[in-house]
């Protein structure tokens, strides 16, 4: 309907309002008290463009991690008068998106009755040659799928990802995959080690091993 009323608004003066309220179908009482709310709904748009803008800068200016809360919050700070669920609808209309920090997912824990197995780099991180010390670690993607799991092989000498795999478990034979495709492209010393954490996502690991 108001788009009926606007096109009767802007065309009045060419066609007469009685013409096109028969034409489009409205009442012309129903046209004179849409057009008297006008200015009253402009002056709203204006004042909701105001708001929005302000939010925008709130939300912007703290890197996008405010949420409809938090910018309420600062909005009342600054002495705006707002309700929260205003200010959460002019965010979704405009699709402005507080950032949700999800809570890290725990990917492996130690085991505590797998026995010690030695630090053989001795927390050095460096290399004099390819593929003679390698270290490993497993992360986690979300998808539309669920969530897959990374494991990556990467040399401590070039700090290159040498060898990788993914699958939707963590089990052992994953980390295992990884280093295996980095022997299979002839990456890897006969002679060198792997060294990952003590976690057991499955079956354990040693922290520092021969691959």
Not at 8 to 26: K, N, P
């Amino acid at each position: 309907m108001t788009l009926r009323y606007r096109f009767i608004s802007e065309h009045r003066a060419d066609y007469g309002v009685q013409r096109l309220c028969r034409v489009l179908a409205v009442r012309r009482p129903g046209f004179y008290e849409w057009l008297t709310a006008l200015p009253a709904r402009e002056q709203r748009a204006a004042a909701e463009d105001q708001l929005a803008a302000e939010i925008a800068a709130i939300h912007g200016g703290h890197r996008g991690a405010y949420g409809s809360p938090g910018v309420a919050v600062e909005l009342r700070r600054r002495g705006r008068r707002v309700n929260r669920k205003r200010v959460e609808r002019i965010m979704r209309e405009r699709g402005i998106v507080g950032i949700t920090r999800r809570r890290r997912r725990s990917l492996t824990r130690q085991d505590q009755t797998a026995a010690p197995a030695p630090d053989l780099i001795g927390r050095d991180f460096t290399a004099d040659a390819p593929g003679q010390r390698l270290v490993g670690d497993i992360t986690y993607l979300p998808t539309a799928e669920g969530w897959l799991y990374l494991a990556t092989t990467i040399d401590l000498h070039t700090r290159e990802v040498i060898g990788h795999a993914m699958a939707a478990h963590m089990r052992a034979d994953l980390v295992a995959d990884a280093v295996t495709l980095a022997h299979q492209r002839g990456l890897v010393d006969p002679k060198a080690i792997f060294h990952s954490d003590r976690g057991s996502p499955s079956t354990p690991l040693p922290s520092s091993a021969p691959p």
